[in-house]
């Protein structure tokens, strides 16, 4: 079965919202996002998520803008601010962690 992407991504949003996985688990889908931070899809899932009372409030400008952050923007936030600095880099440690332990599909 072919799913047309934008229903694909209507149905994830839904189930993530239904189940308040955007209030409770904002770390690990920042952290499942965050290599595509320069995409739409990574603005949308930000959109969908609670960040008051995150270190990740400082993505609440995207919240509102819909834009894509910038790479210069991100790296010039870690450099000014070292707690945006450990999110992101906790962020990234748990995503290359979930890479490296994940089965390869089988061809």
């Known amino acids: 079965m072919h799913w047309p992407k934008h229903d694909l991504v209507a149905l994830i949003s839904l189930d993530l919202v239904s189940c308040r996985v955007n209030e409770f688990n904002v770390d690990v889908l920042i952290a499942c996002g965050l290599p595509y931070h320069a995409t739409n899809h990574f603005v949308r899932l930000v959109q969908l998520l609670h960040l008051d009372n995150t270190c990740w409030k400082f993505l609440s400008p995207m919240q509102k803008s819909g834009a894509a ?22 962020a990234a440690l748990m995503s290359s962690h979930n890479c490296l332990h994940s089965p390869s599909p089988s061809l």
């Open 69 to 90: 952050m910038p790479r210069a923007l991100l790296v010039q936030r870690c450099i000014n601010d070292q707690a945006s600095a450990s999110c992101i880099s906790s």
